[in-house]
């Protein structure tokens, strides 16, 4: 008597995932460098060596037993002192270790955050284009995840739509900026409107209603642009963190939640997150990570070839007549199809070797996302290919 | 708006926590060495130094990006593989890669395990004495756990309270033997006899019933004791391991789920954790830790220590007239207090410097437990406070 539920959730193959077995399959015939595979968000930029020395020295100089013991439910307390002082200095928020649970990466700490503000039926609205991961992240814990459409002209927020979907139901907000799959970052603007709007709300509702700010692509923001901070701009914000992205570190599940000391409850929510991970079987992330991390907080990965890759493309994209929004960070760009239908579009890519992935699961049908952290060489090399496939299909 | 049931688990402090805070805090009085701690089941042995070498290896030899990247989600399969062929040569099971999925130790393992099997409001059995947290752990899925009373003359399975509380509802039962807290290990006999009854009810009820064996003491078993493989008794049986104790690693949170090749529904159990871990935020174990782990999977760190110091305990308590059964493996001891209420005796205890724990919260009130992973010159130092308690309190 298996649960049919997540029977049932095998079969719905992520396109994503699809996409990636496919490039793959198809390096294996003609070599992995001649195919042009944008599926993945994989971090392309080696590990800071600071990060690899600490480990080691970590592994050569401390105790077995404290090194690799249990961490405290909210994770090291020295860890999470510096990771408060980190953000303090940079954002002049007064964080402190209290208010910092740490996470097996965003995804560990969005499963937090879901559960701090919303109970079964409760709704979580987010902005399209969106992370297709959000539906069962959401969905899976009992809260409703609704899907405000996208303004398509900017990728900022569609506030009509928004504000027509907003309801005494709605227990929280989920924005992903800079985000994936669109690369645009909110604007001061767009965070303010949404600030004003959910500030109105909440008194004519009679309840809080939180931002969740999903934030793995902080550090991967583009010269000159405005990307403000959005806990500095609404109180009750829940941000949520990853080093996957800013560290190269994708596999070592490490991040945190960090509630926003002007919360409302900001004083119960760490220790909620704790009781909570007793449900989730959470347990903090892994010793050793937490404390090598600690070490290099504010450094990068040389992120620098994301901008680099990022303008080649734009440059190309515009030269081509594609419609496509400048993307603002991160490493994906999201230009319209053309053709209607973005599955077709991105079918046919695929007699080019260029691996696209439609825009339909991002909740932007007739759009696509191409994830540019490849190397800058096969990116220019790309650029045959896309010449070809516009040229010779449309 | 704050969900209201993890609000309120805040206030419930474990007792295990409490007392150990008590022992930090009475050791910066009075030094920790003469704090006789038992409160805490923390490996106290060294993590073996091939894991270390391991660690090193791969941090100064593999390219940071394959090294940290994103781990696929059922773990990494040449990990997956190996784990599968160590428990296929162990027990004599066909386990193969697609049975294994890596988890962040047993509480992430379980996690899963539970919701495989069990909708909100199915019930899952357990046997007093139990760990505690296994409350949280079931109830907070949806499920509701369910207590079997012990029986205190073995600590192995109280078979008549058993089949009184078997029901159509139950979908799982969840042992862990070795046991924590009482120390024992139960026999083929006690495991035939608990597959028979189970074979039994599923015909009778026409549903699977699962077993989750909650395996993280496996390794330490002590001479001369049966401690048969659960999974080899019975077919429909979930495993759920974690090297906390074996590699005493607890800190990295790695372990996994074995599902039982004969399992109904294997082949779709290790894809269904896939899915139910987009739900709790899990996403793999971390990416080196899976790595290193798999090299030094047949080894353990030099666990002979806890047998001495059992060996030491039992002979000590029998000599003060304790009524105690002789741990057929783990690290913990559960003698009988010497009145009827086992916090007042604890209570008593802690004048003497003695940190022990009450069985109430193990469903075993009258019995108390020790945690005697901690060094063997402190146990026999311990004997002295022993001693004195029991003489001027009893």
Redesign the interface.
């Known amino acids: 008597?298996?649960?049919q539920k997540?029977?049932d959730?095998?079969s719905a193959k992520s396109v994503i995932r699809q996409l990636a077995e496919f490039a793959a399959a198809r390096g294996k015939e003609i070599g992995y460098e001649n195919v042009f595979d944008y599926s993945l968000g994989?971090?392309?930029?080696?590990?800071p060596q600071e990060f690899?020395d600490e480990?080691?020295r970590l592994?050569?100089n401390e105790?077995?037993?404290k090194?690799?013991?249990?961490?405290p439910n909210p994770g090291i307390y020295s860890v999470r002192e510096t990771v408060a002082e980190s953000l303090k200095r940079r954002f002049d928020i007064p964080y402190k270790a209290e208010h910092i649970f740490m996470?097996?990466?965003a995804?560990?700490?969005?499963?937090?955050a879901f559960?701090?503000?919303?109970?079964p039926g409760d709704e979580i609205l987010t902005f399209a284009p969106f992370f297709p991961?959000y539906n069962?992240?959401v969905?899976?814990?009992g809260a409703v995840l609704k899907i405000v459409p996208p303004d398509t002209g900017s990728f900022q927020i569609n506030f009509d739509e928004f504000e027509r979907m907003l309801n005494p139901k709605v227990?929280a907000v989920l924005i992903n900026t800079p985000n994936n799959p669109s690369g645009i970052v909110y604007s001061t603007d767009t965070i303010k409107k949404l600030a004003a709007i959910l500030c109105d709300k909440q008194k004519e509702y009679g309840?809080?209603i939180y931002i969740i700010s999903d934030e793995p692509y902080r550090e991967i923001v583009f010269d000159g642009v405005d990307a403000p901070c959005v806990s500095a701009l609404y109180d009750n914000t829940i941000m949520c963190y990853s080093f996957s992205k800013s560290l190269?570190?994708?596999?070592?599940?490490i991040g945190y939640v960090a509630v926003n000391p002007k919360c409302s409850?900001a004083e119960?929510?760490v220790?909620?997150c704790?009781?909570?991970s007793?449900?989730?079987?959470?347990?903090?992330?892994?010793?050793?990570?937490q404390l090598a991390v600690s070490k290099v907080l504010d450094l990068t990965a040389d992120l620098s070839v994301y901008e680099r890759n990022m303008n080649l493309i734009y440059d190309e994209l515009k030269a081509l007549d594609f419609t496509v929004v400048r993307p603002g960070g991160t490493f994906y760009i999201f230009p319209k199809a053309l053709e209607e239908d973005a599955k077709a579009f991105c079918e046919k890519a695929l007699k080019y070797d260029l691996i696209l992935v439609p825009g339909d699961s991002f909740g932007a049908p007739g759009f696509f996302r191409m994830a540019y952290c490849i190397d800058t060489e096969k990116v220019e090399r790309s650029f045959y290919a896309l010449e070809k496939f516009v040229r010779e299909e449309y």
């Open positions: 008597m298996l649960v997540y029977k959730m095998i994989n971090p392309s930029v080696p590990v690899t480990m080691m592994l050569q105790p077995t037993n090194l690799h013991g249990y961490s996470a097996t990466g995804a560990g700490a969005l499963a937090h559960r701090l503000v919303t109970e991961e069962p992240y969905n899976l814990t227990m309840h809080d190269s570190l994708p596999g070592e599940r409850g119960y929510m220790n909620m704790v009781q909570i007793r449900g989730t079987g959470h347990n903090c992330p892994p010793s050793i990570i």
